[in-house]
């Protein structure tokens, strides 16, 4: 599995955004479900205005739980849940 460029990319932002101290965590809506998310986003300033760019969302409940690793064994998969465990 290949990590695309534009997320090698916004990940070295969020990294910079977070040695800087520019790093926020806001509480925000998700425009489909209308549930509240708690959004990492980086901090800039546009003509003295703050400006926030979301990067992504924490988990809700068990992160182990919403996420499937890739798989140690195939290069080109993802550990699979076992049998019984929501996909």
Same mark, same amino acid.
């Given at each position: 599995? #290949?990590?695309? #460029? ?20 806001? %509480? !925000? ?11 990492? !986003? ?11 760019? *979301? ?13 499937? $690793? *890739?798989?140690?064994?195939?290069? %080109?998969?993802?550990?699979?849940? %076992?049998?019984? %465990?929501? $996909?």
């Amino acid at each position: 599995m #290949s990590i695309p #460029s534009h997320a090698r990319s916004n990940f070295q932002t969020l990294l910079r955004a977070a040695t800087d101290g520019n790093l926020a965590l806001m %509480e !925000c809506l998700d425009a489909v479900t209308g549930s509240p998310r708690y959004v990492l !986003c980086a901090v800039g300033r546009d003509n003295g205005d703050y400006v926030f760019t *979301p990067f992504g969302h924490l988990a809700d409940g068990n992160p182990y739980d919403a996420y499937l $690793p *890739p798989d140690p064994d195939d290069p %080109e998969g993802f550990v699979q849940p %076992e049998t019984g %465990e929501a $996909p």
